[in-house]
């Protein structure tokens, strides 16, 4: 009796398992090689899917399981970065007592939406001590640029809060917030006599971004003083010219400039 051959079995090729990180990667890749397919730039693709061209590149020039399996290794650190300040605090308050289910259970109140398995590898990294350092929370530069110069009875307790903390650390921040705010209400309250005084205190010790600022308001120190003395702007002369420049690009290759000159004085 002739015994038949055995006949391999085609196994499916391994995939990563699909979660909301592998999906967004997979349909990022597949928005960015259309694009790219179509002849767009890499600048031209960052501005239609608002991204970083730097991340265009990456997209264009990697694999897609690369993609995938670096997605899916920083899945974790990314889900629980936010987080790890308060379970280090947590963590040096329990004298390194407090266990991983007692911790996961109180980080959910917060917005952690990650598994317990990353929160007991953390922990047994912080008992171990090879943990690596946390990062501080420091607030961007856009963000201590906005509180310095809202007016103080705009920002929350936390915001305020924040402030003082980043000015008590650096005090180049500390003299430019003031000044930003003398500045301020300068503007608001339109006390151009005190422009004169305010340039002078910028030159002598304030940053030196802002001493270049105060520099070039003293090469135009009388119009400046008006703008910030007087009622009156060209606020209604530019918003002339930008109505000229919107009919403009409307007829642009459509119409004789007789009509243009028509649109325009008419206010149509």
Not at 35 to 63: C, P, Y
Not at 66 to 75: M, P
Not at 79 to 96: I, M, S
Not at 247 to 254: E, I, Q, T
Request: some cysteine.
């Amino acid at each position: 009796m002739i015994v038949p051959e055995p006949v391999a079995m085609e196994l499916p090729v391994p995939e990563l398992p699909r979660t909301q990180i592998t999906e967004r990667t997979r349909h990022r890749f597949e928005d960015i090689h259309h694009l790219a397919e179509k002849g767009w730039t890499i600048n031209a693709i960052a501005r239609r899917l608002n991204l970083d061209s730097r991340t265009v590149r990456r997209f264009r020039d990697t694999d897609l399981d690369e993609l995938l399996a670096s997605a899916r290794d920083r899945r974790p650190n990314g889900v629980l970065d936010p987080f790890k300040a308060y379970l280090n605090a947590r963590f040096t308050e329990t004298q390194g007592q407090a266990s991983g289910t007692r911790l996961f259970q109180e980080i959910p109140e917060r917005g952690y939406r990650g598994s317990h398995q990353v929160v007991r590898k953390l922990l047994a990294a912080l008992r171990a001590g090879t943990a690596q350092p946390v990062r501080a929370d420091i607030p961007s530069p856009r963000k201590i640029t906005s509180w310095k110069t809202r007016p103080r009875e705009t920002l929350t307790e936390s915001q305020v809060k924040r402030l003082l903390e980043v000015r008590l650390v650096c005090p180049d921040i500390t003299r430019a917030c003031d000044l930003a705010r003398t500045f301020a209400d300068l503007v608001r309250r339109r006390r151009g006599y005190l422009l004169l005084e305010w340039i002078r205190q910028a030159e002598q010790d304030a940053p030196k971004r802002m001493q270049g600022f105060s520099g070039f308001l003293r090469r135009d120190l009388d119009a400046v003083t008006a703008g910030l003395t007087l009622p009156w702007s060209s606020g209604v002369i530019e918003g002339h010219v930008n109505r000229v420049k919107t009919l403009k690009r409307a007829m642009y290759g459509r119409a004789l400039f007789e009509f243009l000159r028509t649109r325009i004085l008419t206010r149509a």
